[in-house]
């Protein structure tokens, strides 16, 4: 099992930042994959970022969304993966969730080939 805790969720103007920590507890050797998903109220939960877990360098992948807006890292001493927001638009409010994959197979912008999922935090940009 994985524990998820997500942290840094906020009220921001648009043009703003935030940054979010996802802290993973338990088995976090048998993750493969850390994304972020986010979903608005009567939308669908969307893919946001991913980094991968073990592999030295960290490869990333990016919604066309937030590309070149934000970026997601990872510290693996401390177990954490971040999510830096920066030039916040309102159509980025939504709840954002922090997710783990222990799979190799499976698109790492699916969510359902995530096994492990925080509580969500939220995220409300105002114009």
């Known amino acids: 099992q994985v524990q998820l805790v997500e942290s840094g969720g906020g009220l921001v103007q648009a043009g703003g930042s935030l940054r979010l920590s996802c802290a993973a507890s338990g088995r976090t050797f048998s993750i493969y994959n850390m994304g972020w998903f986010r979903q608005a109220p009567g939308k669908e939960r969307e893919f946001v970022a991913a980094i991968s877990w073990s592999r030295s360098g960290g490869v990333t992948g990016y919604a066309d969304s937030v590309k070149g807006r934000f970026t997601i890292s990872r510290d693996n001493a401390k177990n954490t993966v971040y999510l830096q927001m920066n030039s916040l638009k309102p159509e980025d409010t939504a709840v954002y969730y922090c997710?783990?994959?222990?799979?190799?197979?499976?698109?790492?912008?699916?969510?359902?080939?995530?096994?492990?999922w925080g509580q969500g935090t939220q995220v409300t940009v105002s114009s």
């Open positions: 997710a783990a994959k222990t799979r190799f197979s499976g698109d790492y912008q699916g969510a359902v080939w995530y096994e492990y």
